[in-house]
C-alpha cells in the first residue's frame, strides 16, 4: 500500500472510534479504496452503495421468515458436497466444501431458486470475488498516478463476467417487475431478497432500475460475504480435525437442540457449544486488523494522541485476541471457552459470536460492526452443526493443523489443505 495505517488498540481507543460520527471517519471510503471500487466493481457502486443497506435491518428481518429455506439449501448443498463420501471415508479439500455450501446458501437469500444451485452462475460469483480481489491488491501496489490506466485495464476483465452473469439476472429482474405490475407486489415466487429489496427500494427512491447496475450489486454483495464466511467454515473444520476431542460433546449438544426443536433460528440460538467453538475459531483465525476507517476530519483521541484528516486507522484485531490481559492462555485453543463460563452468564451475549466488544473485534465495533454478522452466525452454526453431526472429520494419514496463509494483513485458511470425511452410521 502507498500510504500509511495507524493501527488503533486498547479498549479506549477502540471506544473512540466506535462513538465517532461519520463525519468523523468514514468505513467507506477505506474500504472503497482498498479495493479500488470504482475500477473493479464499478463507479455507480463506488459512488453510492446504497444496496448495502440490505445487510443491515432488511437481512435480519427476512432472516425470521426464510431461516427454514436457508437451512433446506444448507442441507441440500451438503448432501450434493458429500454424495461420495461412506463409511470408509473420501478424502476433499475443506475449502472447497465450505465454499460451495456458503455460496449457495447465501445465494438462496439473494437471488433465490431455482439459479443459487446454478454451477455457472456460482463459478461466475467467485470468479467476480477473486477478480476484485487480486486486481485491488495488484492496483494498491503501484503510485496512484498509474491507478488511471490499471483501473482501465482491469476494469474490462470485471465487466466480462458482469456481462456473463446479466443472462441470469435479468429474469429475475423482470419476472419480479411483471409480478409487481399484475399483482401489486404480493408474493415473488422464489425470487432472492436481495433483488426484489433492491428493485422495491429503486421504484420507491426513483432510481433506475438498471441490468448491469444490480448485477455489480449483487455481485459485490457475495464479495463481503462468502468469502468471510466459508474461511470460518473451513476453519472450523480444520480445529474439528485437530482437536477431535470436541466431537462428542458437540454432537450431544445438536442430538439435544435438535430432538426437543428441531433445525431452525431458535435451536441454532441454543447451540452454545456450537458457537463458542467457532467463535474461538474465529478468534484465532482472523486477520492483522479490521474496522478500517479514513478520516475525514482532524480527529484527537480521548488519550491526547491526534490524527490528521485524510489519515487511514484499523483496529488491531490479531493483537487483540492474543492478548494475554483478555484472554487466560491466548495462543491455545480452546473450543468452549465462551460456553464454559458461570451459570449466571451462560446467556450473557457477550459470549456470542456475534457479540461487540472491544476484546472481540471479530465483526468490527460500532455503528459499522458487520450488519450481516447474525445471517452469518445462523448459516455457519448450521452449516458445521450438520457436518459434525453426520460425520467424522480427520486429517489424512500423518496430517496436521495447516498453517494460515498471509497477504498483508490478510489471514486466510489454507485452501488446499484436505480432510478425510466419513459418515456416520446414526444419521441426524
Known amino acids: 500500500m502507498t500510504r500509511w495505517l495507524v493501527v488503533v488498540s486498547g479498549p479506549q481507543m477502540v471506544d473512540d472510534v466506535r462513538r465517532a460520527n461519520d463525519d468523523y471517519m468514514s468505513l467507506d471510503a477505506s474500504e472503497f479504496e482498498m479495493l479500488q471500487a470504482k475500477y473493479t466493481v464499478g463507479k455507480a ?5 446504497w444496496h448495502a443497506n440490505f445487510l443491515r435491518a432488511p437481512l435480519t428481518k ?3 421468515h426464510q431461516h ?4 433446506e439449501e444448507v442441507f441440500s448443498a451438503a448432501r450434493d458436497v458429500f454424495q461420495t463420501v461412506g463409511p470408509d471415508g473420501f478424502q476433499l479439500a475443506a475449502h472447497d466444501i465450505a465454499k460451495k455450501i456458503i455460496a449457495r446458501a447465501s445465494s438462496r437469500m439473494f437471488v433465490g431458486l431455482p439459479l443459487c444451485r446454478n454451477p455457472d452462475y456460482l463459478h461466475l460469483s467467485e470468479k467476480f470475488t477473486m477478480d476484485v480481489f487480486l486486481s485491488s491488491h495488484i492496483i494498491n501496489v503501484f503510485p496512484k498516478v498509474l491507478h488511471p490506466l490499471l483501473g482501465r485495464l482491469i476494469a474490462g476483465k470485471v465487466t466480462k463476467t458482469v456481462k456473463r452473469v446479466e443472462v441470469y439476472v435479468r429474469p429475475l429482474i423482470e419476472a419480479y417487475m411483471k409480478q409487481k405490475m399484475q399483482q401489486e407486489g404480493k408474493g415473488d415466487n422464489g425470487i432472492g431478497k436481495l433483488v426484489t429489496w433492491m428493485i422495491d427500494e429503486a421504484m420507491a427512491s426513483g432510481r433506475p432500475i438498471n441490468t448491469d447496475d444490480f448485477t455489480r450489486r449483487i455481485l459485490g454483495t457475495n464479495f463481503v460475504s462468502i468469502g468471510a464466511m466459508a474461511a470460518v467454515l473451513t476453519d472450523s473444520l480444520f480445529n474439528l480435525a485437530a482437536y477431535p476431542e470436541y466431537a462428542s460433546p458437540l454432537r450431544k449438544e445438536i442430538e439435544s437442540v435438535v430432538g426437543a426443536e428441531g433445525w431452525n433460528k431458535s435451536s441454532a440460538a441454543k447451540m452454545v457449544k456450537v458457537d463458542s467453538f467457532m467463535k474461538e ?6 486477520g492483522g486488523s479490521t474496522g478500517n476507517r479514513k478520516l475525514m476530519k482532524d480527529f484527537t483521541f480521548s488519550n491526547g494522541e491526534f490524527l490528521p484528516a485524510g489519515t487511514y486507522l484499523a483496529f488491531a484485531n490479531h493483537a487483540t485476541h492474543r492478548d494475554q490481559e483478555l484472554y487466560n492462555n491466548p495462543t491455545e485453543f480452546r473450543g ?4 464454559d463460563v458461570a451459570p449466571e452468564e451462560v446467556d450473557d451475549p457477550k459470549h456470542q459470536m456475534v457479540s461487540l466488544t472491544p476484546e472481540n473485534l471479530i465483526f468490527g465495533s460500532g455503528r459499522h460492526a458487520c ?3 447474525f445471517f452469518a452466525a445462523f448459516v455457519l452454526k448450521i452449516a458445521f452443526a450438520y457436518i459434525v453431526l453426520n460425520y467424522d472429520v480427520e486429517f489424512p494419514e500423518n496430517g496436521c493443523l495447516p498453517d494460515h496463509w498471509w497477504f498483508q494483513t490478510v489471514c486466510l485458511p489454507d485452501v488446499k489443505a484436505e480432510l478425510v470425511f466419513k459418515k456416520r452410521l446414526q444419521m441426524g
Do not use: C, M, N, V
Not at 45 to 49: A, G, L
Not at 68 to 71: D, N, S, T
Not at 336 to 339: P, W
Open 45 to 49: 457502486f463506488h459512488s453510492d452503495p
Open 62 to 64: 427476512y432472516l425470521s
Open 68 to 71: 427454514e429455506a436457508i437451512k
Open 281 to 286: 475459531t474465529q478468534r484465532l483465525g482472523t
Open 336 to 339: 468452549f471457552r465462551f460456553s
Open 371 to 373: 450488519p450481516g454478522r
